[in-house]
């Protein structure tokens, strides 16, 4: 089946760090890829959605200039936390899609990365 | 306002016997919904979907349910086994390749 990876998986940091995270869709050519944030006992909550080669579209109360994000291929998105603080400390999830002819495909997730900012 | 509702936050089943997860949504514009089952600090990973012009998709042990004058659906698993356990998230999108809008997942315990 489809496979999103995500990496790195964890990362403990001290504030003031700017973190990168990659989102690589492993066996398909993903047109679309979508970046979620979870709070502890939440649903996922939408940040951006990116189109490879145009800007991403960042969801209200979403500070684009603090969470970058970069698609710079089929296969590749990244997003950058930048000058990260404590509150920032969540489970970041990525996920790709694609659109077939056939009709709509579900989206594939990463396993997530649990950013913890001291 | 919530377009996805999960409205039972836990279930608990026997195992062997039928698990059935609910949800609701309230935007029609919504043409495509899936299933996805989560562990702890993981990813979800996508079980099933269902398209608009359905009402029923199976899969194995799982099989979803779409009542569209409802605007409800429904996830049977039968039979329900202990690695089942997990929590569940509903959610639906626009043609599939809009961002997904999640409900709020539902726990499922599968007690041996």
């Known amino acids: 089946g489809a496979v999103v990876s995500q990496h790195p998986s964890r990362v403990i940091c001290k504030s003031g760090t700017s973190v990168k995270i990659e989102c690589r869709s492993l066996?398909?050519?993903?047109?679309?890829m979508f970046w979620y944030r979870q709070f502890p006992k939440k649903s996922l909550m939408l940040m951006a959605t990116?189109?490879?080669?145009?800007?991403?579209?960042?969801e209200q109360g979403v500070e684009k200039d603090k969470f970058l994000i970069n698609h710079a291929s089929l296969t590749l998105s990244t997003l950058t936390v930048t000058s990260a603080h404590p509150e920032d400390s969540s489970f970041y999830i990525c996920?790709?899609?694609?659109?077939?002819?056939?009709?709509?495909?579900?989206?594939?997730f990463g396993d997530g990365t649990r950013l913890s900012i001291l | 306002d919530q377009q996805v509702k999960q409205n039972s936050p836990s279930l608990s089943v026997q195992e062997g016997r039928i698990s059935i997860l609910n949800c609701d949504y309230t935007?029609?514009?919504?043409?495509?919904f899936l299933w996805y089952k989560k562990y702890p600090a993981e990813g979800p990973t996508f079980l099933i979907s269902?398209?608009?012009?359905?009402d029923k998709n199976e899969d194995g042990r799982f099989t979803v349910f779409l009542n569209k004058s409802a605007k409800h659906l429904s996830l049977h698993i039968v039979p329900s086994q202990p690695g089942d356990s997990a929590v569940y998230f509903c959610?639906?999108?626009?043609?599939?390749?809009?961002?997904?809008?999640f409900g709020k997942g539902t726990r499922l315990s599968v007690i041996a």
């Open positions: 269902i398209s608009s012009i359905k």
């Open positions: 990116s189109n490879e080669g145009s800007k991403a579209t960042y």
């Open positions: 066996d398909f050519q993903a047109t679309t």
């Open positions: 935007n029609s514009m919504f043409d495509y």
């Open positions: 959610a639906a999108t626009i043609s599939g390749n809009t961002p997904l809008v």
């Open positions: 996920s790709a899609a694609t659109q077939l002819r056939t009709g709509p495909q579900p989206q594939h």
